[in-house]
């Protein structure tokens, strides 16, 4: 009796085990977590590190080939197993010409994580998607002129004249490209977010320089057109599921690639929690005034399940002090020549 009827018995077990296994969604579907006002829940830690350029190769397709996927993602993680062997204590001593770009190695970078975007199943070839070649469109003639006469008053100074002429991460003021808008992924670490909701506020808090945006929700109430904040005046709202913010008035120091924003330069965001470990964000920039159209693009923040320790940038580094009497330093011996 058991052995003619065990057979089909344990077939079907196993079936049913793999089934529920194979299609977890069919089971049970995930539900958006929501915050006491009824909206999705984006609170916790994120990071957009991502090995995806932000801009796509001339002539490459959006989506990338499986070879070019395993390449990319093969390399970074050799590169950071290689760099993170120990350091041979015999090794002859560098040169001073050599010493550049070695100040970490390896267990001390986070590089651009190990993976690219991938949206919807697909591997991106570029952060920006808008227009359908992946690269920022032409500038206008009047952003090519800011661009040249900023150009020429720069050439006045060495770039060690005064602190003004070190860049604004260098001095503890900001690193823009990573608190935004729009908040994108570069340098060697800290690509990190912490989301914080209430009903009336969103705040987002970048790692690198410990840069803090904090998004009023609700109907704008806008600063007057000569106040350009850090950041900019951002103003959220609700679209079903989707977190819309869009920000004004952002400085015209904080560049974001090489472009200083106008007054009439808005951002728009989008962030989606679209998973449990992902929030879709999406980005538009609309200046008239800098490019010939809107341009924008999409990449996932996946959740970052670990702890965020404090930049304390400057505190206790001398580093700028150091590089400008460095500097002045080498003028005296010049002028002795």
């Excluded at 986070?110 to 991938?118: A, L, T």
């Excluded at 469109?137 to 020429?152: D, N």
């Excluded at 009023?216 to 599921?241: C, H, I, K, T």
């Amino acid at each position: 009796m058991i052995g003619r009827h065990a057979t089909p018995l344990l077939g079907l077990c196993l079936a049913i085990a793999a089934a529920s296994l194979l299609s977890p969604a069919a089971a049970q579907q995930w539900v958006v977590p929501r915050t006491p006002e009824g909206h999705p829940d984006l609170q916790g830690n994120w990071t957009n590190a991502t090995l995806t350029p932000f801009e796509r190769r001339e002539g490459q397709g959006p989506v990338m080939t499986p070879d070019e996927v395993d390449r990319l993602e093969g390399r970074a993680v050799a590169q950071a197993r290689a760099g993170s062997e120990p350091s041979d204590p015999d090794r002859a001593r560098l040169e001073p010409e050599e010493r550049f770009g070695r100040s970490y190695n390896e267990i001390y970078y986070e590089r651009n994580g190990y993976r690219v975007v991938r949206v919807n199943g697909e591997p991106r070839s570029s952060m920006l998607t808008r227009p359908a070649n992946g690269r920022r469109p032409a500038l206008t003639p009047g952003a090519q002129r800011r661009q040249r006469e900023a150009r020429e008053f720069r050439s006045q100074f060495g770039e060690a004249d005064n602190p003004e002429n070190r860049g604004w991460n260098e001095r503890c003021i900001m690193f823009s490209s990573r608190a935004g808008p729009p908040m994108i992924p570069n340098g060697a670490y800290n690509k990190n977010y912490t989301i914080v909701q209430t009903a009336d506020y969103v705040m987002i808090h970048a790692e690198m320089v410990h840069d803090t945006r904090i998004i009023r929700l609700g109907e704008p109430d806008r600063l007057p057109a000569y106040v350009r904040p850090w950041m900019g005046d951002s103003w959220g709202r609700w679209e079903g599921d989707a977190l819309v913010v869009e920000t004004r008035n952002i400085n015209p120091s904080q560049l974001f690639r090489g472009i200083a924003p106008t007054a009439e330069m808005k951002v728009i965001e989008r962030f989606t929690r679209v998973d449990e470990e992902t929030i879709l964000y999406e980005f538009t920039i609309d200046d008239p005034t800098s490019y010939t159209q809107p341009w924008g693009g999409e990449l996932p923040y996946k959740r970052f399940d670990k702890q965020l320790y404090e930049y304390a940038c400057h505190e206790g580094n001398y580093s700028l002090a150091n590089v400008l009497s460095g500097a002045r330093y080498q003028e005296r011996q010049a002028r002795r020549k």
